[in-house]
Structure formats: structure tokens, C-alpha cells
């Protein structure tokens, strides 16, 4: 099945695919967002990627419209190719589950509410309000942990996944699936992750601070401080991105 699976991923125009075995999965992630809690029998999860386009991070922050299209083309790609690969495993008598990318243009199905956060906008960095707003920022199953499970890149500073050849670079999407597909997994330390030689790039480039030098995850408050001043999210709002763009490691 997998020979079709990588046929039917590179028709579609995915870059990455990487498979995840739902228990070994489970048995680090925090309750709510394991791949049984979604999908009851699941034995695997699908993780797939694409990559962005080089020339239009390189124009960020002057070209934040046209980063804002390109990353939401590529979600709605990836939503597309989640349907077409649930199909292909219900059609063979397998139960498939998207996770969905869901805070694209027009939508606002994270139970967001976009006005409140934008009257709230002043406030929301701040440490009392931060432990709230904070947990309401994680997916239902995380990428990008998924990601590294199934040995597709690692965590960087900027708490984003880091893929060979890529760096932070590519959008992810999954699916959960009750049949049972065979997982490789990290296998050695990619050390995609250089401070040390870009100089903290992804640090200096946030507009509001919101990176730690030490890894441990951003600040997530603050991050979506700077996204609201930026436009409602599922509305108008744009994209920063530079996080995105200032890291090397798409160059390793």
C-alpha cells in the first residue's frame, strides 16, 4: 500500500510524507491532542508537506499580500490532498480522519473569536491573560511533533519544524487512519538548528520579540499580538512570516 500512497503523494505535489505509528505517538503527547483521541482506532497518522516558493519569502516584510496568498494556496493544496488521500483509504475499507488545516482566508473555524481578539489585541501578551490565550493556539494534533516523529526534520529555535533541504520552509497537514502503515522515524540528529552560525536570524527578525534564544517554544501571546495588529485572522488578516523567511536552514 505504501508504493501507492507515495504515487498518489507525489501526484498530488506533496514534497514530504512521512508515516507515524498512532501508540508510540500517543504515549508522548499531552491529552486532548493524541491521534486516539480523534480517531479512537487509529494504528497511523500520515504527515505531508509542501514547500513554499523562495522568491516570495524573499521579499517579505515589504510583499506580506503575496506571502498571505501563497500560504493560504498552499493549505487549501493540502486540505485537497487530505480529502483525496481519506478517499483513497476508505476506499479500501480502512477509516480516515483529516486534520484539516482550518484558519484559512474566509474561515474562522478554531471557535476564534476574531473581534474580541482584536479589541483584546493590547492586552493579550500579558502574563495572566498569556496562559490563557496560549493553550487556544495549539492544533488538535500538532504538525509538526508529528513531523519529527515520523523523522522529517526537527524543532528549530523559532519552535518551527525544520526539514533537510527546506528548513522551515513547508506547510504540514496529517491524517489518522486505522490502517497500519509501516514508520521509519527519526533515525540521527539532523542539526538543522544553527544558532551558532546564522547568529540567532530567527530572534533578531521577530517584530515583537516573541523568541526565545533558548528553545522551549515562543511566545505564543505575543506572536498573535503582532498577527492582530496585522488584520482580523480569517477575515483580512496577513501574515508575518519572517520567522519563516530569516532562517538559513532551508540552505543545509
Avoid at 483525496?84 to 476564534?112: C, D, Q
Avoid at 474580541?116 to 487556544?136: C, G, S
Wanted: proline share 7%; charged share 20%; glycine share 8%.
Amino acid at each position: 500500500m505504501m508504493d501507492q500512497i507515495r504515487a498518489l503523494a507525489q501526484n498530488l505535489g506533496i514534497d514530504h510524507l512521512g508515516i507515524v505509528r498512532a501508540e508510540d505517538y500517543d504515549a508522548q503527547a499531552p491529552a486532548g491532542h493524541r491521534i486516539r483521541d480523534w480517531l479512537p482506532s487509529a494504528q497511523s497518522a500520515a504527515v505531508i508537506g509542501i514547500r513554499l516558493l523562495d522568491a516570495v519569502l524573499q521579499k517579505l516584510p515589504e510583499q506580506r499580500k503575496e506571502y498571505t496568498a501563497l500560504f493560504h494556496t498552499v493549505n487549501y493544496r493540502l486540505n485537497d490532498s487530505l480529502l483525496t488521500l481519506a478517499k483513497f483509504f476508505e476506499a479500501r475499507g480502512h477509516k480516515a480522519f483529516p486534520i484539516f488545516y482550518k484558519e484559512v482566508s474566509g474561515w474562522n473555524l478554531e471557535r476564534r473569536n476574531s473581534l474580541f481578539l482584536k479589541l483584546a489585541k493590547p492586552f493579550v501578551a500579558l502574563p495572566a491573560l498569556k496562559r490563557v490565550v496560549d493553550p487556544q493556539l495549539w492544533g488538535e494534533v500538532s504538525y509538526k511533533h508529528l513531523a519529527v516523529a515520523a523523522g522529517l526534520g526537527e524543532l528549530g529555535v523559532n519552535d518551527l519544524l525544520l526539514a533537510p533541504g527546506a528548513g522551515p520552509r513547508v506547510r504540514w497537514a496529517a491524517l489518522l487512519t486505522d490502517a497500519e502503515l509501516p514508520a521509519a522515524g527519526p533515525t540521527r540528529p539532523l542539526n538543522l538548528c544553527r544558532p551558532e552560525e546564522c547568529a540567532f536570524a530567527c530572534v533578531r527578525a521577530c517584530p515583537v520579540s516573541a523568541i526565545p534564544e533558548q528553545k522551549g517554544g515562543i511566545h505564543k501571546a505575543r506572536c498573535l499580538q503582532y498577527y492582530l495588529e496585522l488584520g482580523i485572522p480569517g477575515v483580512d488578516g496577513l501574515r508575518c512570516g519572517l520567522c519563516v523567511a530569516r532562517c538559513p536552514a532551508w540552505k543545509w
